[in-house]
């Protein structure tokens, strides 16, 4: 565990919240429940769509977690998390910045640490704009331990301030990969398209088409291996001949005769 201290030197070796040394000014404990809540605004600090640790997506790891959270994910101006079991909360939100949460405590942790620490949380609370989800929830409170651990504590309010649940062990999922590129050019049934292919199992392969909706093939050999005409069959159980290697065409064996070329450059 890295140790860090409350200078403003150790924090910025850690990682700076939101681009600034400074700690926030705010009220530590949760909002009452006759708390009067502030006007809608999305309002962000300064930096918070580009200096920020807290953007990124987030898997819960609790069974609670999984099953309410599933994947937290937070944009620039967007929050999202849940799932179609349990309803997807999808909103635009203000920010408000907490005080460092030092001794591995931060406003509203209810499993306090077992021994002492010198860790240190970065903190936000994000109210959701214009209005709450419709599972109650108003605000989200974030917490980040400054440890470079990956890992995220979430609590949930409703508009009084109540906590709605405490989400304590999330971790930090890669980033998203831009769509594939469709390197190779494909026609299929005469319609002129691009594709990518990807190995499958048996020594087969999947062909994904980029025009449409994406059309999917999944093909794997049962013939004798030959460029010309090896039979194939498909995910359905639909016959093929192949031939060619690495531009090759596929005509399928009766049916209704549909074909597959693909040109490799």
């Not at 440890?147 to 709605?164: F, P």
């Not at 048996?202 to 794997?220: A, V």
Request: charged residues 15%.
């Amino acid at each position: 565990m890295i140790r860090i201290s409350s200078g403003c030197t150790a924090l910025l070796t850690a990682t700076l919240l939101l681009g600034a040394c400074s700690e926030p000014h705010a009220n530590t404990a949760a909002p009452g429940p006759d708390a009067e809540q502030p006007a809608a605004s999305s309002t962000k600090p300064k930096g918070w769509d580009s200096d920020n640790f807290f953007l990124g997506r987030w898997q819960g790891n609790s069974t609670a977690g999984r099953a309410v959270i599933d994947v937290l994910s937070v944009e620039p101006n967007r929050v999202r998390w849940g799932n179609a079991a349990n309803g997807i909360c999808d909103s635009d939100y203000s920010v408000e910045q907490l005080p460092w949460g030092h001794n591995g405590r931060f406003p509203d942790q209810l499993i306090p640490p077992t021994e002492p620490t010198d860790l240190v949380y970065g903190v936000v609370r994000l109210t959701l704009q214009p209005q709450p989800c419709n599972s109650g929830v108003a605000m989200v409170q974030l917490a980040q331990p400054l440890d470079g651990s990956g890992s995220l504590q979430v609590v949930t309010y409703d508009a009084k301030g109540s906590i709605r649940g405490n989400f304590p062990d999330l971790t930090e999922l890669p980033p998203i990969q831009d769509k594939p590129t469709w390197p190779l050019a494909c026609t299929l049934n005469g319609i002129a398209s691009s594709c990518r292919t990807e190995p499958a199992a048996n020594d087969g392969f999947r062909l994904y088409f980029s025009h449409g909706e994406g059309p999917i093939f999944s093909f794997t050999p049962v013939g004798v291996p030959t460029t010309d005409r090896r039979e194939m069959v498909d995910g359905s159980g639909q016959r093929w001949a192949m031939s060619g290697h690495h531009s090759f065409e596929l005509e399928e064996i009766g049916g209704n005769g549909n074909r597959i070329t693909v040109s490799s450059p």
